[in-house]
């Protein structure tokens, strides 16, 4: 059977947050290789939480019952606070105290939202879908990445399907202020990968 579970897909993601969080703390005094990094994290982060928002939180609530309505909801109000941080710290900077302040407010905000997620939630999910339902869902989560918002947008609503009619209207904006963005090169990638092997 092909294709990873739902828990590796989520687990993948936000590993992925934090190496990009660490490379932009190892970029420091780098304003536009921290720039990248940040933009680079924020690109993910903004995508995974409507992700999860519109393929895993409603799985959750279908399977789990009033359990998985308390899980989603506690969930979806994490969201919120990251979303909001990172909305904020378009306004800011890089390089400032304040901005470096807020990206590390991002990361201690997702660090045991992300623990609960894979400690707690996942293992409570997985079983309900079935090794088969899980890898569908992954899938779908993976798919549904590709067609949401790239930068955070805390105002907008956060459950099916209304967001998903929002997200699919501001994604194309979000990519188009993403043609004129900096990311990380692919050389920089590179090098993220290759310190990531030893």
């Not at 359990?67 to 990251?82: I, M, N, S, T, Y």
């Not at 939202?113 to 088969?132: F, R, S, T, V």
């Amino acid at each position: 059977m092909a294709g990873k579970t739902l828990t590796a897909a989520i687990k993948d993601d936000h590993q992925e947050m934090y190496d990009y969080y660490d490379a932009y703390k190892k970029a420091a005094g780098d304003a536009d290789a921290q720039a990248r990094w940040a933009r680079q994290l924020t690109w993910e982060v903004a995508r995974h939480a409507v992700g999860e928002e519109i393929v895993v939180y409603p799985l959750m609530e279908k399977h789990l019952g009033q359990k998985g309505v308390e899980l989603a909801d506690h969930d979806r109000a994490e969201h919120q606070r990251v979303k909001e941080d990172l909305y904020h710290l378009e306004s800011l900077t890089v390089g400032t105290e304040e901005y470096d302040k807020t990206m590390t407010k991002v990361i201690e905000h997702l660090r045991p939202h992300n623990d609960d997620e894979e400690q707690k939630d996942l293992p409570m999910l997985e079983p309900a879908l079935g090794e088969e339902g899980s890898r569908t869902a992954a899938a779908e989560f993976k798919r549904t990445k590709k067609f949401v918002p790239t930068r955070a947008h805390p105002s907008a609503p956060n459950k099916p399907p209304t967001e998903t009619f929002v997200a699919f209207l501001t994604a194309p904006i979000d990519k188009l202020k993403d043609e004129f963005a900096k990311f990380p090169t692919d050389e920089m990638k590179e090098e993220l990968k290759e310190e990531l092997k030893h």
